[in-house]
Structures are given as structure tokens and as C-alpha cells.
């Protein structure tokens, strides 16, 4: 094993046994890297060091910085961590904050200095943060002085917290303050090795209680030199922009590493709401752009009031990207979107392809370095047309922090994504449910995402979430819980004008027979439905209004 830099050996303690982790695929060209690396030298000091710290990097409404700009404020904070707040390499430092160039600097700065990040989404409330602060033994938090009051709640319940560093406050003890002392522009890489924890993500919930994933310096590299490089194929000119919180590792690939691993900009908007983010589009010439399908859903309404065609690559991730909206938004803006599945525990996608090779309703093969199959319950390959779990491998996989549901993730060697999913004869994987999504009704095996992907297509569908809801009969059927379009009705004749739409377009053994007409889904901070919540609430006893349900 190569040596670890920590002192704080935490991290490297609380990873899984190497025979609980996947196999992981470094053979490939490009993710062959130095046994010591510390990734912010590759994402920073090195474009600097080339000559291009004159280029643009970070650009915010308020503010812009270049490479060096960004490389003196990643130097100045971690002075700060290691000098005044006595940050040894393998500490875990929280950040808190909405996506700015002072939430990407102190990224990179607790990374330099060989600390390991925990960033949290800046909605998370006192309970919500205590969790990865027990969870990964957190002593230190640099938090935006706008989130203290949250912040601030969370210390009774997390006594392992000994202190809170704000920006964008007064006084002496800011971090502002602290960077501003003299002798502070510049700091030394720490010589972390290449297997170097550097990341703690938690996953958004979706299923249940987060789940702390762990990734090394390697693994920020080697997601930019896979789909960065062989999919997405941005180039030194382009702007990024997008929605997804850089606490979300989909928003710290598409707004932090891919851009900088290219010398490209980030665009970062504190609010990127569908109306915030066609503005900022045209505002600031951004041409690749991260957001989630309910975005790009949204934003085909408002092309009339905003123009987007500086826009040249579109990728959409989170959840699945429905046909409906792929064919939509390339008819109307001439783009073909890269659907990606990702997951936290992955790093980011694994399964994308070029535009030119997109497929409406398909999520698109392997990824260059990673290798994916559709397994059965015993782990065997099945035939494609077949469905079954996805299992997936590659230079990243998943890490859990002290966790049990390891072993459910990783099994022989390969990362199981809870996924079920079909492979067509072309090598293209379609996406059929969350394996817990799965509906069996009557004997039927119904996917309630297909049936989401009907009911959006719609004019009257805003947004919808389908799952099973128990009955006696059958066990389980399928009940749609739907957000209407202004002007549409949930009457009687609609739910009937719903079910039979659905029987019209897909096997009608899978049409919604419960209706219930809602005017918001529970989803994440990061947008993605929690269908397990609905399944909660579908299996909670109680007499739903008339004008509600029809079966």
C-alpha cells in the first residue's frame, strides 16, 4: 500500500475491508496516474503554472476570479486551516454553503491541505447536519455567514463540533480576516498519496438514512478523464453552468472538476431555478449546461422569453431524462441531451454516451473505463431484452464509512446501483425502475417510472410521481400522484382521460387505477423524486377525497 499523508488516520480506518470493496479497472490509459497526486495541483496550480492564470475560472454574479485568483484564495484559506485552526492532513472539515467561488476555494483549500471534505447542501436543516458531522467525526465547519442560524442550532446536537469559521461575516475571527494575514498567498500542495481519502459524500436520501461515500484524490481525476474526456468533450472556450448544488457530487463534476480539469469556466448561480438558469444562460454566454430533467422540462416553456443558443452541450442526470423531453428539447433547441446515470457512491456517471450516438428513452452505454451488465438475484448475466439489477465497474466505486449496507451495494466484486435495467442488442442500457420501484401487481412486474414517462407526455401533466399503493386484491396497484398545468381540473373525466391515455400507450395492465391529484411531490434538495416517501404516504391508511381518486 502506498504511504497515506494523514496524520488523522480516520478515513483510511472506516474504509470498507478491501475484499468488501469492487474490483476496481485502473488499467485504463487514462486513469493511470502517479502513486502521489494531490488533485487541486491538477485542477488549479498546474494552469497557472502553464501560463493561464490570466483565464477566467469562477464567474458569479458578484464576482469573478481567474485561475490565479482562485489558486491565492485556495492558498490564503488553507494557511488559514493548517496555521490558525491546526488542520492536520486527514481531518474532516464541513463546508456549508450555496454554490460560490468562496464555496469551490474552500473546497480545493481543506483538499491542499491534505484534509477531507464534507460538503452539505445549504437546505439541510440542524438534525440533517448533525448526522455527517457524528457520523465522520467532524471537528471543524466553514459555513456561509448567511446559513449560521441553521448552523449554529446544530452544535448541541453534534458535541463532537469544537468550531465554526464563517465567511462573509465581521470581525476578527472571519475567515476573510484570517486569510488577509501577510504571508498567506502562497502554500504547498500537501504530498497526499494517489489512494488519499479527499471526499466524504453523503448520499441525498433517496432511499432511507445517508450513506457517507468515500473517494480519493484519484477518483476526482479519473471521472474528468472518462466521461469528462471520452462524452462530454468540453474544450478550454466553454462555460458551464447549472442547478445542482457543488454539495451533490453531479453538481461538483459538472460546475468544478470537468470545467477545470480543461481550463474551461464555471458560471455560479446561487439560485438556478428553470427561470434563474435560461437567464443566466443568455446573461453570461454559458454553453454546457447540468441540470436535472424537470429542468429542462420546464425551461421548453420559456425558449420564447429567453434565448439559449449559446448553449452547445446539454447533460441531464439525477433522475431519469423521460423520451418525451430528450425529443422535445432537441426539437426545439436542435441539441441532443447526454443522459447520465450516476450515483453518489460512483463519484458521477457511468453510463452516458456522445450526443451523435443518443437514443430518446435510452441512457446510453458503458462509459469509456467502466464496464456494465444486467445481472439476476444470484449475480449471472442475463440475456439483453432480459431486465434485471445493473452491476457496474470501473477506476471509481463505492466506499461506504461504516456501513453495513456495503455488502448490499458491492457483491463479487462489482458495484450493484440498485437500478433495474434492460440491455437492447445494440449495447444500449434502458432504465426500467430503482429496483424498489419495481410494482408487482397481479402478478405483473410494472415499472413506475415507465408510467411516469407516459403520464408526462400529457398536455395536462405538469410533474408526477407513480408507485405501488397496497390492495387487497391484487397486492399492490399502481396509484399516479400528479401536479396538474395551470387551467386542467382533477375531475372525474380527467383521471379517466389519464388512465386511458396510459392504456393507449403502454401495456394497459399498467395504467395508474389511483389517482391523486397534489400540488407538490416530496423530492431532495437536489431535485430527485423520493418515491419512497410516496410509497409511505400510498400505504398510509386513509380515506382520500372523491374529487381525488378514482380507481
Aim: aromatic share 8%.
Amino acid at each position: 500500500m502506498i504511504r497515506s499523508a494523514h496524520i488523522d488516520t480516520f478515513a483510511r480506518d472506516h474504509l470498507p475491508a478491501a475484499e468488501q470493496q469492487p474490483d476496481f479497472l485502473l488499467d485504463f490509459p487514462d486513469v493511470r496516474y502517479p502513486e502521489r497526486i494531490n488533485c487541486v495541483t491538477a485542477f488549479v496550480d498546474d494552469w497557472v503554472a502553464n501560463g493561464q492564470g490570466g483565464h477566467d475560472c469562477l464567474i458569479a454574479p458578484a464576482e469573478r476570479l481567474t485561475y490565479a485568483g482562485l489558486a491565492e484564495r485556495v492558498n490564503r484559506i488553507a494557511n488559514v486551516l493548517t496555521r490558525d485552526l491546526g488542520l492536520v492532513a486527514g481531518n474532516r472539515v464541513l463546508l456549508r454553503g450555496p454554490n460560490s467561488p468562496m464555496m469551490v476555494a474552500a473546497y480545493f483549500a481543506v483538499i491542499k491541505a491534505g484534509g477531507v471534505v464534507v460538503a452539505t447542501m445549504p437546505l439541510l436543516r440542524a438534525k440533517e447536519i448533525a448526522f455527517p458531522l457524528t457520523k465522520a467525526a467532524i471537528k471543524l465547519a466553514l459555513c456561509d455567514a448567511r446559513l449560521a442560524d441553521e448552523m449554529e442550532k446544530t452544535k448541541p446536537l453534534a458535541p463532537v463540533l469544537d468550531r465554526v469559521v464563517y465567511w462573509g461575516a465581521s470581525g476578527a475571527d472571519s475567515l476573510e480576516t484570517l486569510m488577509a494575514q501577510p504571508g498567506y498567498a502562497n502554500f504547498a500542495a500537501c504530498d497526499t498519496a494517489a489512494d488519499d481519502v479527499c471526499l466524504i459524500a453523503f448520499t441525498s436520501g433517496t432511499t432511507g438514512v445517508p450513506k457517507g461515500t468515500m473517494h480519493f484524490h484519484r477518483d476526482m481525476l479519473a471521472i474528468c478523464d472518462t466521461f469528462g474526456k471520452h462524452v462530454l468533450r468540453a474544450v478550454p472556450q466553454d462555460r458551464f453552468i447549472g442547478s445542482p448544488p457543488i454539495a451533490f457530487t453531479f453538481g461538483l463534476g459538472g460546475l468544478v472538476l470537468f470545467p477545470l480539469r480543461v481550463g474551461a469556466a464555471a458560471v455560479l448561480l446561487e439560485r438556478a431555478g428553470p427561470d434563474d438558469l435560461a437567464a443566466a444562460i443568455k446573461q453570461f454566454g454559458a454553453t454546457v449546461c447540468f441540470t436535472a430533467p424537470t429542468a429542462y422540462r420546464n425551461m421548453l416553456g420559456k425558449l420564447a422569453a429567453h434565448d439559449l443558443s449559446s448553449l452547445r452541450k446539454c447533460v441531464s442526470a439525477g433522475e431519469t431524462l423521460p423520451g418525451a423531453t430528450f425529443t422535445a428539447w432537441e426539437a426545439a433547441t436542435g441539441i441532443r441531451i447526454i443522459d447520465g446515470l450516476g450515483s453518489t457512491e460512483m463519484l458521477h456517471i457511468f453510463i452516458g454516451s456522445r450526443e451523435a450516438d443518443m437514443r430518446a428513452g435510452r441512457t446510453g452505454k458503458p462509459v469509456p473505463g467502466y464496464e456494465a451488465r444486467v445481472i439476476d438475484e444470484a449475480g449471472r448475466e442475463v440475456p439483453n431484452g432480459v431486465p434485471g439489477r445493473l452491476a457496474v465497474r470501473g477506476p471509481t466505486g463505492c466506499r461506504y464509512l461504516d456501513d453495513k449496507r456495503q455488502a448490499d451495494y458491492v457483491q463479487h466484486g462489482w458495484n450493484v446501483t440498485g437500478d433495474t435495467y434492460v440491455r437492447d442488442d445494440e449495447g444500449y442500457f434502458i432504465y426500467q425502475a430503482r429496483s424498489d420501484d419495481m410494482i408487482i401487481s397481479a402478478g405483473y412486474n410494472i415499472a413506475g417510472p415507465e408510467v411516469e414517462t407516459v403520464l408526462l407526455t400529457h398536455p395536462a401533466v405538469a410533474e408526477c410521481g407513480v408507485v405501488g399503493a397496497p390492495d387487497a386484491d391484487r397486492g399492490h396497484v399502481v396509484k399516479a400522484y400528479v401536479i396538474l398545468k395551470p387551467g386542467f381540473s382533477g375531475d372525474a373525466a380527467l383521471t379517466h382521460a389519464l388512465q386511458e391515455y396510459v392504456k393507449a400507450t403502454v401495456a394497459p395492465y399498467k395504467y395508474p387505477r389511483a389517482i391523486e391529484y397534489v400540488t407538490s411531490l416530496p423530492r431532495t434538495e437536489t431535485g430527485k423524486l423520493q418515491r419512497f416517501e410516496l410509497r409511505r404516504i400510498a400505504s398510509t391508511p386513509a380515506a382520500p377525497a372523491a374529487s381525488k381518486m378514482a380507481s
